[in-house]
């Protein structure tokens, strides 16, 4: 497995969780629902306006099966 800040190594946290609803095909709002949160909070994170932080992570990478590492 290529850890992805090789593919991606200017990306942020937020970018990578775009890029992760992205490639399952979500809008912000499926994915807020998935994991109990509002849109607006998704909308933050990936803005880099809300930190995620190690909880949502590993949320996150659980329910889609990532390294939550990717997120923090």
Not at 52 to 57: H, L, R
Request: net charge positive; aromatic share 6%; charged share 30%.
């Amino acid at each position: 497995m290529i850890p992805v800040e090789q593919v991606i190594p200017e990306s942020s946290p937020g970018f990578r969780l775009r890029g992760l609803r992205t490639r399952e095909g979500l809008t912000q709002k499926q994915l807020a629902e998935a994991l109990g949160i509002r849109q607006h909070h998704v909308s933050e994170m990936e803005k880099g306006k809300r930190a995620i932080s190690m909880e949502m992570a590993k949320k996150i990478g659980e329910a889609y099966n990532v390294s939550y590492k990717v997120f923090l």
